[in-house]
């Protein structure tokens, strides 16, 4: 018989990139080649989920984390019943994060995705309102049943803002549903620069495919919408 496979929010990537398919510079500096456009596109779909993923390194360069400011869509997302702003996930196998980042003084809910390990330090304090510590044999994080577990707390559709490690790994486990990437008017270059997926990759044969749902041009970006085909 075959396993009923687990239930588990959607998941979408939103990012923008350079021409050239890199998320940062070579410094690793915060993306900020983004449009206004891109932004407010970037808030659009922060507000229409309930929980928003990244990993420790995306954190690190900004030190803050992506809210609704837009009253608009403060409201919407009050008339649908959820809360005012979503839960912030921030992933880390180490659990090692600076506990005076401004993003632990930000109003939004806090929430960890790490390993035991990681979460030893962290467990009885104050700055996270939910931990996860699902973990496989080779001390990584289980995906599977950390996704698994969210739509108990209300976590129906998440937004995965980066960086590659998380997308890679998400997409190795068939965890991918949309994307959402914004192609921006410069090159960066780098063979070591950040991309939207990182890890060891696929050979073509394996790589997984994508259905392209929507392109629109805004001056000098293109907005392109992507479905994970299975």
């Not at 490690?165 to 960066?188: K, N, R, Y």
Request: proline letters at 6%; hydrophobic letters at 40%; aromatic letters at 6%.
């Amino acid at each position: 018989m075959a396993e009923t496979p687990l239930q588990r929010p959607t998941t979408t990537v939103v990012l923008a990139m350079s021409a050239d398919g890199k998320i940062a510079d070579a410094q690793h500096s915060p993306p900020e080649f983004g449009s206004d456009e891109d932004y407010a596109h970037l808030e659009r779909q922060v507000a229409a989920a309930d929980g928003i993923l990244f990993g420790s390194a995306t954190l690190k360069a900004g030190e803050t984390a992506m809210r609704v400011v837009t009253q608009d869509l403060i409201n919407a997302r009050l008339e649908r019943g959820q809360p005012e702003q979503p839960a912030q996930i921030v992933c880390t196998r180490s659990g090692d994060l600076d506990p005076n980042l401004k993003f632990f003084q930000q109003a939004v809910p806090h929430w960890l995705v790490t390993t035991q390990a990681g979460g030893q330090s962290w467990q009885g304090t104050s700055h996270f309102e939910q931990i996860f510590t699902y973990g496989t044999e080779a001390q990584s994080i289980d995906w599977g049943q950390t996704l698994a577990s969210m739509p108990a707390l209300g976590i129906h559709k998440i937004a995965v803002l980066g960086g590659g490690q998380i997308v890679a790994a998400l997409l190795a486990e068939d965890l991918i549903d949309e994307l959402h990437l914004t192609v921006c008017p410069l090159l960066i270059g780098g063979a070591s620069t950040p991309t939207p997926v990182a890890g060891q990759g696929w050979l073509q044969q394996d790589a997984p495919g994508l259905e392209l749902l929507s392109v629109k041009q805004v001056e000098n970006e293109l907005f392109l919408h992507y479905r994970r085909l299975r």
